[in-house]
């Protein structure tokens, strides 16, 4: 074996202890990541914290859905006073789910006997039991927000964590573009790969600003920060790109360019899953811009955003199985750089087998990112208090300049003043979101059994 590979995960943490990129060893072995049912470590752990569930826009008023989020099944539903709600998927009397009932004020009715729950879980009205029963009876509530076009959720137990604001995204003259798309995998092989710049000379060469030598392992590195890794890589000629990943599922980075006017694409994003073999990467792309340069932006996108006919999941499927080449791919017609990742993640396994995996130093990023995930579940195993996480000023990306430009700073244009707000738009391609509400709604897919179902 090469004196550079490292045959499992394991024996990469003890190299990179060795390097200086990451403290001591942890008992839990990486594979307690990937699970994330209500009663699994990682489940619980990606509970402690608000989440992002459902896109404003996607939610009617007086509308119901169901939702399944980490294998478990929920209620998401808009009151008659424009409230987001969120309560448990199915009636606490005979099963039944309560999407299919309709809404009431801010409560929802079961379609079946009528019971009627509020946006807390309890139960307010049982109408052929005596009117002392409905008070013993409840379901659960959750706490749902709205923020920047997306809908927040805390599932955890007990009181919610502070409600992270992201100031950064909302006043300034440009756009803010809210988009998501599904992805037939489990999470953690996302969030492996965004800790993994060495991808990106492979998987995305034909974008100019992916520098073949990116991530190579003299340049690249990894440590702890207050938020959770600060991930950086060093060319030769002394340049840098930060990329800042957010414990436990956040990642705030300049990504690759996809529009003359914008460089840099200065984004957010959280990896959600829907159950163990599929998730939703939501995100938020915050794009400085005078109001003339912002319309034309928005207008481009729009274009490309009508030109995607064919889903990147699907087409990546073909792939996969080896009916169709990437190299053939109309890139006109399908999200590219979507599909390129598909075809990595996916490739390595719905669930990859990390076992057998043989990392080296330029993995430095998947590394520590793991290490801090299997020493908080740790932590959870033992009942010990978890580390507290938060992001500050110090926490923003960075790139290197592109051909006729400076380099790009996150929070470029940011003003403290509230009367200042970016317009906030949806990117997603229709025929994404068909796919993404079908398994968000537990109706299955490639990647097994919906939870409705």
């Given at each position: 074996?090469?004196?550079?590979?490292?045959?499992?995960?394991?024996?990469?943490?003890?190299?990179?202890?060795?390097d200086g990129?990451?403290?001591?060893?942890v008992?839990?072995?990486?594979?307690?990541?990937?699970?994330?049912?209500?009663?699994?470590?990682?489940?619980?752990?990606?509970?402690?914290?608000?989440?992002?569930?459902?896109?404003?826009i996607?939610?009617?008023a007086?509308?119901?859905?169901?939702?399944?989020?980490?294998?478990?099944?929920?209620?998401?539903?808009?009151?008659q006073t424009?409230?987001?709600?969120?309560?448990d998927?199915?009636?606490?009397?005979?099963?039944?789910?309560?999407?299919s009932?309709?809404?009431?004020?801010?409560?929802?009715?079961?379609?079946?006997?009528?019971?009627k729950?509020?946006?807390?879980?309890r139960?307010?009205?049982?109408?052929?039991?005596?009117?002392?029963?409905?008070?013993?009876?409840?379901?659960?509530?959750?706490?749902?927000?709205?923020y920047l076009?997306?809908?927040?959720?805390?599932l955890?137990?007990?009181?919610?964590?502070?409600?992270?604001?992201?100031p950064?995204?909302?006043?300034?003259?440009?756009?803010?573009?809210?988009?998501?798309?599904l992805?037939?995998?489990?999470?953690?092989?996302?969030?492996?790969n965004?800790?993994d710049?060495?991808?990106?000379?492979?998987?995305?060469?034909?974008?100019?600003?992916?520098?073949?030598?990116?991530?190579?392992?003299?340049?690249?590195?990894?440590?702890?920060?207050?938020?959770?890794?600060?991930?950086?890589?060093?060319?030769p000629?002394?340049?840098?790109?930060?990329h800042?990943?957010?414990m436990?599922?956040m990642?705030?980075?300049?990504?690759?360019?996809t529009?003359?006017?914008?460089?840099w694409?200065?984004?957010?994003?959280?990896?959600?899953?829907?159950?163990?073999?599929?998730?939703?990467?939501?995100?938020?792309h915050?794009?400085?811009?005078?109001?003339?340069?912002?319309?034309?932006?928005?207008?481009?996108r729009?274009?490309?955003?009508?030109?995607?006919?064919?889903?990147?999941?699907?087409?990546?499927?073909?792939?996969?199985?080896g009916?169709?080449?990437?190299?053939?791919?109309?890139?006109?017609r399908?999200?590219?750089?979507?599909?390129?990742?598909?075809?990595a993640?996916?490739?390595q396994?719905?669930?990859a087998?990390?076992?057998?995996?043989?990392?080296?130093?330029?993995?430095?990023?998947?590394?520590?990112?793991?290490?801090?995930?299997?020493?908080?579940?740790?932590?959870?195993?033992?009942?010990q208090?978890?580390?507290?996480?938060?992001?500050d000023?110090t926490?923003v990306?960075?790139?290197?300049?592109l051909?006729?430009?400076?380099?790009?700073?996150?929070g470029?244009?940011?003003?403290?003043?509230?009367?200042?707000?970016?317009?906030?738009v949806?990117?997603?391609?229709a025929?994404?979101?068909e796919?993404?509400?079908?398994?968000?709604?537990?109706?299955?897919?490639?990647?097994g059994?919906?939870?409705?179902?």
């Amino acid at each position: 074996m090469q004196a550079d590979t490292v045959s499992n995960t394991a024996s990469a943490e003890a190299r990179a202890d060795r390097d200086g990129s990451t403290g001591s060893l942890v008992r839990l072995p990486v594979e307690h990541c990937l699970k994330t049912g209500p009663d699994t470590l990682a489940g619980r752990y990606l509970r402690s914290v608000w989440l992002p569930v459902y896109h404003s826009i996607d939610l009617a008023a007086g509308r119901a859905v169901p939702l399944c989020i980490m294998s478990q099944e929920f209620t998401l539903y808009r009151s008659q006073t424009g409230k987001a709600c969120l309560v448990d998927g199915r009636c606490a009397h005979r099963g039944t789910q309560l999407s299919s009932g309709w809404i009431e004020g801010d409560a929802i009715r079961c379609m079946y006997h009528g019971w009627k729950f509020g946006p807390d879980g309890r139960c307010l009205e049982q109408p052929v039991e005596k009117p002392d029963f409905s008070a013993k009876v409840a379901i659960g509530g959750y706490p749902a927000r709205e923020y920047l076009g997306l809908i927040f959720a805390y599932l955890g137990e007990g009181e919610p964590p502070e409600f992270p604001l992201y100031p950064e995204f909302e006043n300034f003259s440009g756009l803010v573009e809210i988009d998501s798309y599904l992805r037939e995998c489990n999470y953690f092989n996302n969030l492996d790969n965004a800790m993994d710049m060495g991808h990106v000379g492979f998987v995305h060469n034909d974008n100019p600003a992916s520098f073949s030598g990116i991530g190579g392992s003299e340049g690249v590195s990894a440590v702890e920060s207050i938020w959770g890794v600060n991930y950086s890589y060093t060319r030769p000629d002394g340049k840098r790109r930060v990329h800042h990943f957010g414990m436990p599922n956040m990642f705030y980075f300049n990504a690759l360019p996809t529009d003359p006017e914008i460089g840099w694409q200065e984004s957010l994003i959280w990896w959600v899953p829907i159950d163990d073999t599929r998730h939703l990467q939501f995100m938020l792309h915050r794009i400085p811009a005078s109001p003339a340069a912002a319309e034309r932006i928005h207008q481009r996108r729009e274009q490309w955003r009508a030109g995607i006919e064919i889903p990147h999941q699907t087409l990546c499927e073909e792939i996969l199985s080896g009916n169709v080449s990437l190299r053939g791919v109309d890139a006109d017609r399908v999200d590219l750089v979507r599909l390129q990742d598909d075809v990595a993640q996916v490739g390595q396994g719905r669930v990859a087998p990390r076992a057998k995996e043989r990392l080296g130093r330029g993995d430095v990023g998947v590394v520590m990112m793991r290490r801090l995930w299997t020493r908080e579940l740790e932590k959870l195993r033992q009942g010990q208090p978890l580390h507290r996480w938060k992001r500050d000023a110090t926490i923003v990306p960075y790139a290197w300049g592109l051909e006729g430009e400076n380099a790009r700073t996150g929070g470029e244009g940011f003003v403290a003043d509230a009367s200042m707000a970016a317009r906030i738009v949806d990117v997603r391609p229709a025929v994404e979101i068909e796919l993404e509400l079908r398994a968000l709604h537990g109706r299955g897919g490639p990647g097994g059994p919906g939870a409705f179902q």
